[in-house]
């Protein structure tokens, strides 16, 4: 399909619903900034153009057409958590900039990387300590690890389209995604639309999910996941080759090259230890997670170990500013207009009579098959998580159990297909693992994840006192 029919097809979808009959209890804006909301996001899937150029455009219209005032719309972008994200993208920056990603990884190879599975573990452990400095999936997955899996590859004659990939590649390739979709539901800071969701739960359930509760609560079933995920691909896959010893002369090697540690990354993991500490005691310093993260790069421009054009290159950080914080504010007013209000009204009268427990296994289970139909996780949660979170409370779910429960399925049901999040066509690209395997292992990892996290997890944060 064109671009142009996209299109079309974008603006189609957004003329039905604004042209229908607006349900009664809803107010005429409410309808048409939904009728606008779901073309934006029929666009972001289709993607006729780059979802910034979607984001602008609808904004533009929105205040076009009086749905909303421009000071409405566009209070998104005054929102906190926007440049929490923004900030986070530039002190990934700096993680890829001096290379300290790639070291910490190279020396836990160099250390440990003497059997494939314990090179599974160790390329699931990078992006563990990746993670919370790493908003962009894709960065962490395509720019650090992926081309570590695919050099340990190489080095064991393991190449793609042919036999040689089942000597270690195949398993490396999976691994890799896989543990970006378990470490990017861990951390607030691990996955673009995280914050967001922190935002849209404290708008439609009126709770506060902070930096320090989001780890609090992710670490029992996101270190069980970590544990289980790579042994399973271990015995899913069965790697040809078992021992490694040549893995830690490659690492070695790399080292080597790379010499000795240089005086930005000796600063980027100060830093980073700085603002893991910090995040995590925020309930005693007060300082809200956004400052932390601007602090940091605050400290690395002083230090230089950013330079001003680093920030203004940053693609990735200013053109997620600009498509989220539009979506900010029409997703902030759809709920101050009455429209989430009124679908969870609607869809709960639905299932009286259905005990709570089943009726949140059934919301949890159809968020995450859902996914099926989206290329982003990010147009999968402003689509889905403010109605599905909204739908849940309704019929008895306890607000923080809705809340994260879907927040930490929002990035696990990436684990599905081969275009579910951004660093998904990098590794299937590769050409090691091909769609029917992927797709099968995905949905059997899927349902791991569930189990571990809405299982383990609830009584976890039972525990932790959460519901």
């Not at 003329?15 to 349900?23: T, Y």
């Not at 930490?408 to 049901?413: I, K, P, Q």
């Not at 951004?422 to 349902?447: H, L, N, R």
């Amino acid at each position: 399909m064109s671009n142009l029919k996209r299109g079309l097809t974008v603006i189609a979808v957004g003329a039905v619903i604004w042209f229908c009959p607006v349900p009664a209890g809803l107010k005429p804006e409410a309808w048409r900034l939904f009728a606008i909301f779901v073309a934006t996001i029929a666009g972001f899937i289709m993607q006729p153009l780059p979802i910034g150029s979607i984001a602008f455009i609808s904004i533009t219209f929105t205040v076009l057409t009086g749905v909303l005032k421009s000071t409405e719309v566009l209070s998104g972008f005054s929102s906190s958590t926007i440049w929490l994200i923004v900030s986070a993208f530039l002190f990934s920056r700096g993680f890829i900039k001096t290379g300290l990603g790639r070291r910490i990884s190279y020396m836990l190879i160099k250390k440990f990387g003497d059997r494939t599975l314990k090179l599974g573990y160790i390329l699931a452990f990078s992006e563990f300590i990746l993670a919370p400095a790493t908003p962009s999936n894709t960065a962490r997955g395509g720019g650090i690890i992926y081309p570590i899996a695919r050099s340990l590859s190489s080095a064991f004659s393991s190449e793609p389209g042919g036999v040689s990939s089942q000597r270690m590649g195949k398993y490396l390739m999976q691994i890799g995604y896989q543990a970006n979709c378990i470490t990017s539901a861990m951390f607030m800071t691990a996955m673009s639309a995280n914050p967001m969701i922190a935002l849209l739960a404290a708008k439609t359930l009126d709770i506060s999910i902070s930096w320090g509760l989001w780890i609090t609560a992710s670490i029992v079933p996101g270190i069980l996941s970590l544990l289980i995920v790579p042994y399973f691909l271990y015995k899913a896959c069965q790697p040809e080759v078992t021992h490694t010893p040549e893995a830690k002369i490659l690492a070695d090697k790399e080292l080597l090259s790379m010499g000795v540690m240089s005086l930005g990354e000796k600063i980027v993991g100060c830093v980073f230890v700085g603002a893991l500490l910090l995040w995590s005691t925020s309930q005693f310093t007060k300082l809200d997670a956004t400052v932390v993260a601007m602090l940091a790069v605050s400290v690395m421009l002083m230090t230089k170990v950013l330079e001003w054009k680093d920030v203004l290159e940053e693609r990735g950080a200013w053109d997620t500013f600009i498509w989220m914080g539009s979506l900010v504010g029409m997703a902030d007013y759809l709920s101050k207009l009455g429209f989430i209000p009124w679908v969870a009204k609607v869809v709960s009268a639905s299932m009286v009579g259905i005990p709570w427990i089943p009726a949140f296994l059934l919301v949890v289970v159809i968020y995450m098959y859902t996914h099926y139909g989206f290329a982003s996780m990010v147009a999968h949660v402003v689509a889905m998580y403010s109605a599905f979170i909204a739908v849940a409370v309704a019929t008895g779910v306890p607000p923080y159990l809705a809340a994260l429960s879907l927040a930490y399925v929002s990035s696990l049901c990436g684990s599905l297909t081969h275009y579910a999040a951004g660093p998904a066509p990098i590794y299937f690209g590769a050409g090691y693992v091909d769609q029917k395997v992927w797709w099968k292992q995905g949905f059997t990892i899927s349902i791991i994840n569930l189990v571990i996290w809405i299982g383990v997890g609830s009584c976890w944060w039972k525990i932790l006192g959460l519901w």
